[in-house]
């Protein structure tokens, strides 16, 4: 498996992967926050969209939304530190690295760029990516936890990168 910048052609499996990813924090199917996870074209042309994919280059295993300063997919971060978010892998790769290539990816190109931190924000349940972020060196950042809509907490997390 390896990473790579999403391709159009990726964009229908990572739309759908990431619905399956978050569907048991979902309010079921007509919860509106899945035709967002769905829309990787948006993530795709206002973001940057990466993926891990199989040896093959066409099975795309999970991906990740960088939003870059500027870009309307950014939530937390501010003036020099990177932010990603919408990391998802496919249930049926879940268990086998992908998230952790994800986010050490994510380390990587933020590091790339200049930036001093990374920070992202996560649904207080996701406690199996709460163990990824922690594990690669994320501490909790209580003072940038939100809600995006009422009853919706997300808690932020942050990476020191000059460390």
């Known amino acids: 498996m390896h990473v ?4 159009h ?4 499996a990572v739309g759908e992967l990431t619905v399956a990813a978050y569907e048991k924090f979902l309010d079921g199917p007509d919860d509106p926050y899945a035709d967002q996870l769905r829309n990787a074209e948006a993530r795709f042309l206002e973001a940057e969209l990466w ?4 040896e093959d280059d066409r099975e795309v295993l999970g991906s990740v939304t960088i939003s870059p300063e500027g870009s309307p ?7 020099g530190e990177g932010e990603f978010r919408m990391l998802a892998v496919a249930p049926e790769a879940q268990g086998r690295g992908v998230g952790s290539a994800l986010v050490r990816f994510c380390l990587d ?3 790339e760029v200049g930036c001093t931190a990374v920070v992202l924000s996560s649904l207080a349940e996701m406690h199996a990516a709460h163990r990824v972020y922690e594990g690669l060196g994320f501490e909790r950042l ?3 936890d939100w809600e995006p809509y009422p009853g919706i907490l997300l808690i932020a997390y942050r990476k020191d990168l000059a460390a």
Do not use: K, P, T
Not at 9 to 12: A, I, R, S, T, V
Not at 51 to 54: I, M, T
């Open 4 to 7: 790579r910048r999403a391709r």
């Open 9 to 12: 052609e990726d964009l229908e």
């Open 51 to 54: 993926v891990v994919v199989g």
């Open 73 to 79: 997919w950014r939530e937390i971060g501010m003036a």
């Open 109 to 111: 190109r933020f590091r």
């Open 142 to 144: 209580s003072e940038r």
